[in-house]
């Protein structure tokens, strides 16, 4: 598990999700800190470990990062851990179209081509 608070190039992430899963690396951003955690087995683990940093949970967003693919296919926002009926959002998908702009302008900033 790494957490990236400068940032990570793209051929880094392929080097991880090739690791891992294949194709896929999953992530959880912190959407106030904008700081990512990635490569873990389960977004759980990644959440885990920025709450341990100083996160805090209503900030923490899980996704999966295909960096084979580009555009909109590059970023999926799909996680257990974005179940919080509670924040307004009862399904794994990042609902909100605000956070997804926060997500995104994050992974643009952390991820280098």
Known sequence: MKIIDNSITLNELKQLAENMFGDMVKGVVDIERGILAVDAEL????????????????????????????????????????????????????????????????ILQKVRR
């Open 43 to 106: 977004h759980a683990d990644l959440e885990a470990v920025l709450l341990e940093n100083g996160s805090k949970q209503n900030n923490l967003w899980g996704i999966n990062l295909y960096p084979q693919l580009t555009g909109d296919d590059f970023i999926e926002f799909d996680s257990m851990i974005n179940v919080r009926p509670s924040q307004g959002n009862k399904s794994r998908l990042v609902e909100d179209a605000a956070v997804q702009q926060k997500i995104r302008a994050i």
